[in-house]
Antibody, heavy 116, light 110 residues
Framework: EVQLVESGGGLVQPGGSLRLSCAAS????????MTWVRQAPGKGLEWVSY????????YYADSVKGRFTVSRDNAKNSLYLQMNSLRAEDTAVYYC?????????WGQGTLVTVSS | QSVLTQPPSVSAAPGQKVTISCSGS????????VSWYQQLPGTAPKLLIY???KRPSGIPDRFSGSKSGTSATLGITGLQTGDEADYYC???????????FGGGTKLTVL
């Protein structure tokens, strides 16, 4: 059974940093591109970042470019999102999802709240 | 304001059919496949349609997808109260090099 489990969310002050993790199981992690998608409270879905299976191709949304860094450790079946210089508008539930152009499995999400 | 335009809400009676539209441009829907997601309250999104008209295993054939030009449509027949959810379209934008999602459509089954 495919499972994606996010962790690392929490309350952080503006300008602070947070590192999200996504633990994958039930499939050959290296063979799949992975994506971070976020959803602000009461709002729609926003694509954040994408990493190809071997991290050779990485994309970011303009809204996070230069502040967020996606990485993965295929030996640990894990995807990460390092978030720096956080802003109030980064407050959202962050989901990791399997895929690049469409997303067939999603984690349950982890809430990031940026507030003083 | 999303680049992909969906109606904010649609409604229909149980057993009826509803369609949800997703309008884009040549840089996104016009030249790329579309996916559709269902998000029940308090849960993660779930893939309903990929490659514009394909259903993943386990998705009933009450759900269908189509694409024409720069627009896509999700159809749901035999509506059930359990279909009440937010529905999102998604596609790649070649000019922006990003995945785009529509603003979402709230389906109410009256």
């Amino acid at each position: 059974e495919v499972q994606l489990v996010e962790s690392g969310g929490g309350l952080v002050q503006p300008g602070g940093s947070l590192r999200l993790s996504c633990a994958a199981s039930g499939f050959t992690f290296t063979n799949y591109n992975m994506t971070w998608v976020r959803q602000a409270p009461g709002k729609g879905l926003e694509w954040v970042s994408y990493s190809s299976g071997r991290s050779s191709t990485i994309y970011y949304a303009d809204s996070v470019k230069g502040r967020f860094t996606v990485s993965r450790d295929n030996a640990k079946n894990s995807l990460y999102l390092q978030m720096n210089s956080l802003r109030a508008e980064d407050t959202a539930v962050y989901y990791c999802a399997r895929g690049s152009l469409f997303f067939d499995y999603w984690g349950q999400g982890t809430l990031v709240t940026v507030s003083s | 304001q999303s680049v992909l335009t969906q109606p904010p809400s649609v409604s229909a009676a149980p057993g009826q059919k509803v369609t949800i539209s997703c309008s884009g441009s040549s840089s996104n829907i016009g030249n790329n496949s579309v996916s559709w997601y269902q998000q029940l309250p308090g849960t993660a999104p779930k893939l309903l349609i990929y490659d514009s008209n394909k259903r993943p295993s386990g998705i009933p054939d009450r759900f269908s997808g189509s694409k024409s030009g720069t627009s896509a449509t999700l159809g749901i027949t035999g509506l059930q109260t359990g279909d009440e959810a937010d529905y999102y379209c998604g596609t790649w934008d070649t000019s922006l090099s990003t995945v785009l999602f529509g603003g979402g459509t709230k389906l109410t089954v009256l």
